[in-house]
């Protein structure tokens, strides 16, 4: 059965740490990994990941994939209240299917 | 560009009520998904459509749950009879095709009482 696993479930952390979201994935016919932010109802979209290695970066955030041990982690460094979410990855397979994690849910405190 | 719309944002029924969301999805993207997202857990995909087909329903509870995007435009999800578990977020999402990140609308929330 294809699975999603992220991990921690839940963090708190105070402004300035660097934080590590991880995601763990077996599902067959992968084609991509897609971190996402929600907020409040709508998740907004990060990053998307089909290579191994390649880290994708976008300020704060960076991301990378290892396709060998069935992996991503997403990095968020200084962080800051506004950072305060559910991180959310999904893998897409053939088909374009999606198949979200439950999520990480962050809270940083000043 | 505008977004992913949906409508209407909030709605509670009582149980063995009828109920229907409605999702516009980005201009010129053919595929759109229906999501279930209950409160703690991630999205649950119900239902895929790539232009007016379905890809993948494998998901939806079809002796209640039914969904139709007949111009291939936007859709509608159904729910005939509710029941108390289905209290949740509904989130349309659309992308330009296959292989492309999904856009999300802000989701219906949904309350069965």
């Known amino acids: 059965e294809d699975k999603v696993v992220q991990s921690p479930l839940s963090l708190v952390v105070h402004e300035g740490d660097t934080v590590t979201l991880n995601c763990s994935y077996e599902v067959t016919n992968f084609r991509s990994l897609l971190w996402y932010k929600q907020e409040k109802k709508a998740p907004t979209f990060l990053f998307m990941l089909?290579?191994?290695?390649i880290e994708k970066k976008s300020g704060r955030l960076s991301s990378i994939l290892d396709k060998k041990e069935l992996f991503s982690i997403l990095n968020i460094t200084a962080t800051q209240t506004g950072d305060s979410a559910v991180y959310l990855c999904a893998v897409v397979r053939t088909g374009n299917q999606f198949y979200f994690g439950t999520g990480t849910s962050l809270t940083v405190i000043p | 560009e505008a977004g992913v719309a949906q409508s209407p944002r909030y709605k509670i029924i009582e149980k063995r009520q009828s109920v229907a969301f409605w999702c516009n999805p980005i201009s010129g993207h053919a595929t759109l998904y229906w999501y279930q997202q209950i409160l703690g857990q991630g999205p649950k995909l119900l239902i895929q459509?790539?232009?007016?087909?379905?890809?993948?329903d494998s998901q939806l509870p079809k002796d209640r749950f039914s969904a139709e995007r007949l111009k291939g435009v936007d859709s509608t999800l159904k729910i005939q009879p509710a029941k108390l578990e289905d209290s949740a977020v509904y989130l349309c999402?659309?992308?330009?095709?296959?292989?492309?990140?999904?856009?999300f609308g802000q989701g219906t929330r949904l309350t069965v009482v």
């Open positions: 089909t290579s191994s290695g």
């Open positions: 459509f790539q232009n007016n087909g379905v890809v993948d």
């Open positions: 999402a659309s992308s330009l095709q296959l292989l492309t990140e999904a856009f």
